[in-house]
């Protein structure tokens, strides 16, 4: 079973910056992907930005140029580096691990994690 613990988070002022991080542990295969999810009051979940264990990147549209997500393969961690903040960011920001054994796939979450962006 694959544990995340997630740091990072708070309150922030519109066109401020955070960074959100998150360690997984007990990884008995590969994790083939690791990213951030989000989600507001009243919509559902949504993919923000996640990075393989390749390299590749891929963000949400409303968050390109601004969030940078970073990968260490080597520790099994993820951060989200989230600058030019909106109030349209405020949500729960859940990081998530994905895995593929055997054409079985698995997603792991953590607790998530509030970042509120308001003056």
């Known amino acids: 079973q694959v544990q995340l613990v997630e740091s990072g988070g708070g309150l922030v002022q519109p066109g401020g910056s955070l960074r959100l991080s998150c360690a997984a542990s007990?990884?008995?295969?590969?994790?083939?992907?690791m990213g951030w999810y989000r989600q507001a009051p009243g919509k559902q979940r949504e993919l923000v930005a996640a990075?393989?264990?390749?390299?590749?990147?891929n963000y949400v549209d409303s968050v390109k140029g601004r969030f940078i997500i970073s990968r260490d393969n080597a520790k099994n961690t993820v951060a989200l580096q989230m600058n030019s903040l909106k109030p349209e960011d405020t949500a729960v920001y859940y990081c998530?691990?994905?895995?593929?054994?055997?054409?079985?796939?698995?997603?792991?979450w953590g607790q998530g994690t509030q970042v509120t962006v308001s003056s």
């Open positions: 998530n691990a994905h895995s593929k054994v055997l054409a079985v796939e698995y997603d792991y």
């Open positions: 007990g990884a008995r295969f590969g994790i083939n992907a």
């Open positions: 990075a393989t264990s390749g390299g590749r990147t």
